[in-house]
């Protein structure tokens, strides 16, 4: 199970620095989902599988972006979208190593592809095999067709809420949100934050427009997510 820092070159970051970079490591993470094709489910299941491990492992004893390509490994058995441990392994180099050619089916490649395996196997007993997901997506869509319909249309098309709100909820996987919080609550708090963005209120009835979506959540709740949200964004600025 020791698979230690700096197991190979070709993943080989400054652990100590990326204790305080986390938001801005994900980013990576996200687009190399992107250049390889994953969809929105997969790419959100591989965030989740890093965040998870990392909630009872060590980012100073496990090489995190070996964590993260097999993330993206397991994500893809798990959602049925079946990815090459080659293409992962050289789309993920070339973020490391930006205009560099794919790496040769030489001995250090097949020792990374190797390790990339045995992550993946380290990561299925970390979480005790528990690897599926529930996630705030579907719930996001339901939200914003219901609040669409409560909308004038003409307020609706001149306020991008739903395009917000995906852009919220897509940022959020950047830190741990999306297993600390359920997902109908991660839903409601990036809708509730798109609709204050755009200064949109609902009308009001005999309760809340979000607890008709979800009675058991609290507007103390939601504030307290959308903190955590917003303070992604803080440490990602202080990362560029």
Known sequence: EGILLNICDTCQLATASLLHTQPHFLVSFLHVGVKLGMRSIPVATACALYHRFYQSASLQVYEPYLVAMSAIYLAGKVE???????????????????????????????????????????????????VSFHHPHKYLLHYLLSVKGIMNRHAWSRTPISETAWALLKDSYHGPLCVRHPPQHLALAVLYLSLQSYGVELPVGAVEWWQVFCEEITKAEIESIITDVLQLYDMEAKCT
Do not use: K
């Not at 560099?100 to 007993?125: G, N, T, Y």
């Open 80 to 130: 049925e979208q079946h990815l090459r441990t080659r293409d992962i392994i050289n789309v993920c180099h070339r973020y490391l190593h930006a205009g560099s050619e794919p790496l040769d089916l030489d001995s250090e490649f097949w020792e990374l592809r190797d390790s990339v395996v045995q992550c993946e196997l380290l990561i299925l007993r970390q979480l005790n095999f528990q």
